[in-house]
């Protein structure tokens, strides 16, 4: 099948809330995405700038990346092809070029799809309220009635097209952001999933284009191959972890890092072969990037976390001095609260985590990064510096499929509203014990009939006990 199958999709159906995602030749063609391209340019007025556009490994980006190419030029944009890119490499090029731009990407969707992230110039981030779906609208008339004519032609409006390659400047941002030279030598093992982080790893923490560091890395799976032939490149579910998991073991690697097909996330494993969890990456993260703001002269440097996070991360920032911030998941609500708040960092329950030295944008590999500099910085394991992190035991992400989600979370709210929980609805409803020994979550979710149950509490038992107790109510 290739990308032109058909041309006339209903683009209601891969533009999400925060990007794009279909299944190419049915609800993503080279003809949808030429006229999206167009209307990228006519919606932002990027007439006479630069745009920038690259792809993942997935087969259909090349073809993909043209067709977008060909719109955005012409409509009168000078387009910046990046050719093969993490979504990481777009944010740092549209942030240190102050350009617009896509990446090609379904993240860790199966092979047959692929998708668009975009952006303003600096890396502010496109949503369904900032500009995605009045994009959506204007490429869907070009779609039915043409892009206007007389556009792409020698008319002074049809802008150019040329090349240029960042990983090396991408490469050389991050280590100058952490200074990974003088760590102590480490053995790392990387699963890159047949993703982007087969490109990015040798680039930014091997040799392949700068100074080596003090790194022995062993590569899992780092052919670029958008049909996952080893497992997907999600490496939320536990099951993709395996394979890292027993390599660390075998190799008595310090450390293992999985990374999603567009490397924009990033999970850590430890010299045990057990996961981090991602709260305890952020706090790891937040508190480095505490000390170093102090160290610049704020007082109290802000970070961002969202309400499914530990506990122990907002506990964290506070004692090293810094003001915890809590926002709604998703991360258009992340990046919008970092920049509002000027905030130093900001980390997500998934394993995305934003920077404000990257754009306030989010990139698995600098805060891998930091996990690695704080591991080379100690005298003791992974799993012993982890352990100061989480000191909570969480449930993680439980999913209910329902007839009827109002009516569950009604029978919840009947139970757990009462004097000594503490109830708030920022994204869902979270409910929190008020003597501190647990809190739990119900977020339904936007596209599908599921309500999400997150929970924490302060052992194993009191967490299986609420955990059990909620589905009961949950599920009857």
């Not at 967490?463 to 009961?472: G, K, S």
Request: aromatic share 6%.
């Amino acid at each position: 099948m290739t990308t032109e199958d058909n041309p006339l999709v209903d683009l209601s159906s891969s533009f999400k809330a925060y990007d794009v995602r279909g299944i190419v030749g049915k609800t993503i063609t080279a003809a949808s995405v030429r006229a999206v391209g167009a209307a990228f340019v006519d919606v932002l007025e990027l007439e006479g700038q630069t745009v920038l556009v690259g792809g993942d490994m997935r087969p259909s980006s090349p073809e993909l990346s043209q067709a977008f190419a060909q719109g955005a030029a012409g409509r009168g944009a000078n387009v910046k092809m990046l050719g093969l890119i993490s979504t990481d490499e777009l944010y740092f090029a549209s942030g240190a070029l102050n350009a617009a731009g896509v990446v090609f990407t379904a993240s860790h969707n199966p092979a047959a799809y692929n998708g668009m992230k975009m952006t303003r110039p600096g890396a502010v981030p496109l949503s369904s309220e900032t500009g995605l779906t009045q994009i959506r609208d204007v490429a869907q008339s070009y779609l039915s009635d043409g892009i206007p004519a007389g556009t792409i032609s020698s008319n002074g409006r049809c802008g150019e097209i040329g090349e240029t390659d960042v990983l090396k400047d991408y490469a050389m941002y991050l280590r100058k952001l952490v200074d990974l030279s003088g760590s102590r030598p480490l053995k790392i093992v990387v699963d890159a999933g047949n993703g982007m982080a087969g490109m990015t790893t040798p680039a930014v923490l091997g040799d392949a284009l700068l100074p080596g560091l003090p790194f022995e890395i062993v590569p899992l799976y780092f052919e670029l191959d958008g049909t996952f032939p080893n497992h997907p490149a999600n490496p939320l579910e536990p099951e993709n972890l395996v394979d890292l998991q027993a390599a660390v073991v075998k190799h008595r690697a310090d450390i293992g890092l999985a990374f999603d097909g567009d490397a924009d996330r990033c999970f850590v494993i430890d010299e045990l072969g057990l996961p981090l969890s991602p709260s305890a990456v952020t706090a790891l993260v937040a508190r480095r990037e505490i000390a170093r703001a102090q160290r610049a002269g704020e007082e109290h440097p802000t970070v961002i976390h969202n309400l499914i996070t530990s506990r122990a991360v907002p506990e964290l920032i506070s004692r090293e001095g810094g003001r915890a911030v809590r926002t709604r998941v998703g991360h258009s609500f992340i990046k919008a609260t970092m920049a509002a708040e000027g905030a130093v960092f900001g980390g997500e329950h998934s394993a995305h985590y934003y920077f404000r030295d990257f754009f306030n944008a989010d990139t698995g590999m600098l805060a891998a990064m930091h996990v690695l500099a704080a591991l080379g910085e100690a005298t003791v394991a992974l799993s012993e510096l982890g352990r100061e992190y989480e000191p909570y035991v969480s449930s993680g992400e439980i999913n209910s499929q329902l007839a009827d989600v109002p009516a569950a979370v009604a029978r919840v709210r009947a139970t757990y509203t009462t004097d000594d929980v503490s109830v708030d609805e920022l994204d869902g409803v979270t409910f929190t014990a008020k003597d501190g020994a647990w809190w739990f979550n119900l977020r339904a979710s936007n596209t599908e009939p599921f309500l999400r149950l997150n929970a924490e509490a302060v052992d194993a038992v009191t967490m299986a006990d609420i955990r059990d107790a909620v589905l009961t109510l949950v599920r009857q």
